[in-house]
C-alpha cells in the first residue's frame, strides 16, 4: 500500500529543541494523514531517532536500550546507516524500522510508529518474537533459515525457508490490532498458514535481507547540511574511498548457513564503491574449494540490500558495469558456473549470466537460469 502525502512542506527535521548533533535522515507519512513528518537522527544517548510533526512535536523513542544484552550490539553510526522505512503492518502510515545489532548469528530490529502523538514500538509477529528480549525487539535467524517480514497490502507475514538450498517456503499471514500494552502500537493476529514456492522469499529484488517491503520514504534528507545544533563540519561530495570493512562483516553476518559452512568474515571489496548506485563485494566460505558457495554483496549507495543469491552457486566471474561498456554505476553483471553433464566439479563448464540493475529502491535482475543450475543450486539464483 503506497503511502501518499499532500504537498505541504515538511517540518524542521532539527528544530532548536533538538539539543546536540542532529542529521536529517528522511520525510515520511508517519501516521497515514497525508502529511509529512521529518525523521532525524541523534547520535548521542539512546534515543537516537525523532520524528519531527506538523505540530513541531519531537517524539523520541527509546532505541538499543542498554539493559539488552547483545553479542554485537550496533554502535551509533552502524544504526544510522541500517534504518528503513515500509509499511508493514496493513496500515496507513509507514514504520520506522531500526537495526540495533546481533546476537550470535540473529539480527535484532526495533520498529516504531507513531500513534496518538506519541512514538510506540510495533511489536514483534510470531516466530520473531523472543521470550528472552521482549515483545519490542525483532529476531532474525542467520543460520540454516532464511527468514523474511513480508509487507502486503491487508497486512504482514513471515515467510521462511530453509538455506542454502531451500525446497519449500512457510509463510504465516498476520492482521494487525491495536496494542494493549504500554507504548505498545500493534499485536499481531494469525490469519493464515501457506506453503509458497521458496523464491517468494528468497527473492531479493525488493526491500533487504530480513523485509520484503518497499520503500516508502517520501524523501531522502540524508545528504541535507548538518542543523544549525549540530557540531560545525564542512559538507563534501561523496567519498569512494570510505571505509567500508564495518558494513561488509556486517551483511557477512546476516548470511544464512548450512550444512557446518562459516562464512570467511573478509571480502573481496576491490568492486565496492560507497557512491555507486550499485557495487559489491565476495565473499565464500572457509576452506573453499573450486565448487564452495560465493556470496555476492550487493549495496546500494554504500547500504548493504542482500546477497545477489540466497544459494550462493560457485561464480565464474563479476563485474560492475563500468567493465563492460556501461556508462553508469547502476549495474553489476553475475556469471554463475555449474557442471553439465559429465563434468567434475573441478572443470565446470556449465554457465549462466544475470545482471542486477539499482531500479529506483530496489534491484532488479535481468536474464536466463538454466533449469539444471536450479535444479544443482536448489533454488533460481
Known sequence: MPTTTSAEPAPDPCPPEAMGACTPLAVVDIDGSGKPASVSFHPSGEKFVSV?????QLVSPEVAPSSIKLTHPFDASEIEKGIQYYELDGQPGAEIVVPIGMNGSNSIFQVFTLRDGDIKAVSAPGDTFQLNLGSSFWVFPGERILARA???????SLGSTEMPSPKQGRVVDFESKPG????????????GRRTVDPSEITDMSVGQTHFKCRDVRIKSLDSAAPSSTAPSTTATSCDSDKDMSSTVR???????TKNGWTWQTTADTSHLNPCNELSFATTTVEMATNSSPVAILLFNEGRFVGPASTCFPPVAGVVDG????????????????YPEDGDSNADMTGRATLTFTWDGDKVAKSGDVPARLTQLAGCTP
Open 322 to 337: 563500468a567493465s563492460v561498456g556501461q556508462t553508469g554505476n547502476d549495474e553489476v553483471e553475475v556469471t554463475y558456473r
Open 150 to 156: 513480508i509487507c502486503g497490502d491487508d497486512g504482514l
Open 180 to 191: 494493549s500494552g504500554a507504548g505498545e502500537a500493534s499485536e499481531w493476529v494469525v490469519t
Open 52 to 56: 519531527t510533526t506538523e505540530s513541531g
Open 250 to 256: 556486517e551483511a557477512i553476518a546476516t548470511l544464512p
